[in-house]
């Protein structure tokens, strides 16, 4: 992916591309909605092309790609005369996502509390076992990063691909607001905990329990994420 070397200041200076499995189109998607989600491109701020290209070390092509990608996504709008931006949430918006995460994700714990055989579940619990180790990092973008991987296990697992889908979908903007939740003091340790108990409760195949479980960790998540947000537009979830 591409990681955003920050000084001392914590501003974004440049970025680096490392050659790993992923297509490089991938790559830099990644790394520029990670550089969003991370607050290195504010709500609201244009996106150049051209520092773009700069930055990353690809062509200006790759980047084009990249950009329609999270357009598409919602988490640029493209203006005209002004070109792309960092789309801006309200906090409307917000909860409206918090409130669709808290449904679909639910229902996704309870897919695999039910459905999934006994590998999937454990891929899943051992997920959780590096999120665990992740979260004790000083580096935000590893943390953000095995919250996601997390997450795309957990989809995998339900194997349902609308449920799926409609997450992926979201999945740019709900990172945004999943940074600003895991900003929050002390919403790591509880974070933690909480989706311990949705692997407790999927590892005893009790889906009314993994629901809820999810329902009260999205909720939390909310609360700490939209206690953080700026109208109007949160930096990062």
């Known amino acids: ?34 550089a969003i989600a991370l607050g290195h491109f504010k709500p609201g701020q244009r996106l150049r092309e051209r520092e773009l290209c700069e930055m990353a070390g690809v062509s200006r092509t790759l980047v084009r790609e ?49 459905e999934a055989d006994d590998a999937a579940v454990a891929g899943l619990a051992a997920a959780f076992d590096q999120l665990r180790v992740a979260m004790q990092s000083a580096d935000v973008l590893d943390r953000l990063v095995a919250k996601n991987h997390f997450y795309d296990v957990l989809i995998k697992a339900a194997d349902n691909q609308a449920v799926g889908d409609t997450l992926r979908m979201l999945n740019s903007r709900i990172t945004l607001l999943r940074s600003a939740s895991l900003s929050a003091p002390g919403r790591t340790e509880h974070s933690l905990a909480e989706l311990g108990a949705v692997i407790d409760a999927i590892k005893r195949r009790d889906a009314p329990a ?9 909720r939390n998540a909310a609360i700490a994420a939209l206690g953080r947000l700026e109208e109007p537009a949160p930096d990062a979830s």
Not at 13 to 29: I, K
């Open 1 to 34: 992916m591409l990681k955003a070397d920050v000084d001392k200041a914590g501003v974004n200076v440049t970025f680096l591309v490392e050659r790993v499995a992923a297509p490089l189109r991938q790559q830099v998607t990644d790394s520029i909605r990670n």
């Open 66 to 114: 990249s950009l329609r990608q999270l357009e598409t996504e919602g988490l640029i709008e493209v203006h005209a005369n002004r070109g792309p931006m960092v789309t801006k949430l309200s906090r409307k918006q917000a909860e409206d996502i918090y409130r669709v995460r808290s449904l679909l994700e639910g229902l996704a714990a309870e897919l695999v509390a039910t």
């Open 210 to 218: 993994a629901r809820e479980a999810v329902t009260l960790h999205v």
